[in-house]
């Protein structure tokens, strides 16, 4: 069985940076385009950020656009977000999982990881 593990979320001040990083063994170094998504409590998952798999495309949703950074290592099998200037409404539980298509925000698997929790206070 597929393992997503998300880790490098924390709480930190409004304003601040946050490095998160997925490990997905089967997915990045299987060919997938990658993604972020993130979910609110009381909100619907939503997408974020987008790798192809060679990563020479990259796409954000405009709520992050010229703050976050997608970006991975296919020999580690790692995919990663920098985010920076956050505000507390980047706070969220975040995921990593695999698209279909790199256009598209649906995912290869139904399967996800634990997530890693961002808390940005004001």
């Known amino acids: 069985q597929v393992q997503l593990v998300e880790s490098g979320g924390g709480l930190v001040q409004a304003g601040g940076f946050l490095r998160l990083s997925c490990n997905a063994p089967g997915r990045v170094d299987n060919g997938y385009a990658m993604a972020w998504f993130r979910q609110a409590p009381g909100k619907e998952r939503e997408f974020v950020a987008a790798i192809s798999w060679n990563a020479a495309d990259t796409r954000y949703a405009d709520s992050v656009k010229g703050r976050f950074t997608i970006s991975r290592n296919n020999a580690k099998k790692q995919v990663y977000l920098e985010m920076t200037r956050l505000t507390p409404a980047d706070s969220a539980m975040y995921y990593c999982?695999?698209?279909?298509?790199?256009?598209?925000?649906?995912?290869?698997?139904?399967?996800w990881g634990q997530g890693t929790q961002v808390t940005v206070s004001s």
């Open positions: 999982n695999a698209l279909r298509a790199f256009s598209s925000n649906r995912t290869s698997f139904n399967q």
